[in-house]
């Protein structure tokens, strides 16, 4: 069993930052990947940036050039740095790790992109 919890959502201006944080409860340097997903209000959950257990990255085209995803494997926790923030990444952001057998889920942190 892995449990995710993500943190760092809140209230932030159009053009602000954010850094989302995603701890596991568990090393995860023998995870497969880490991703972040969001589902904003009436929206189906959507990709939004993976990193693999090599550090290869992987952005939806929606965010790519502004939000930028890491692994830190001493602290079982992969970050979601997001600049440029636009009212349109307002969403629930859902952290993932795939690893053999099973796939976690986080339980999310909200963003909300307004002036």
């Known amino acids: 069993q892995v449990q995710l919890v993500e943190s760092g959502g809140g209230l932030v201006q159009p053009g602000g930052s954010l850094r989302l944080s995603c701890a596991a409860s568990?090393?995860?340097?023998?995870?497969?990947?880490m991703g972040w997903y969001r589902q904003a209000p009436g929206k189906q959950r959507e990709f939004v940036a993976v990193i693999t257990r090599g550090g290869s990255t992987t952005y939806a085209d929606s965010v790519k050039g502004r939000f930028t995803i890491s692994r830190d494997n001493a602290k079982n926790t992969v970050y979601l740095q997001m600049n440029s923030l636009k009212p349109e990444d307002t969403a629930v952001y859902f952290c993932?790790?795939?690893?053999?057998?099973?796939?976690?889920w986080g339980k999310g942190t909200l963003v909300t992109v307004s002036s």
């Open positions: 993932k790790a795939v690893t053999s057998p099973s796939n976690y």
């Open positions: 568990r090393t995860i340097s023998s995870f497969y990947t």
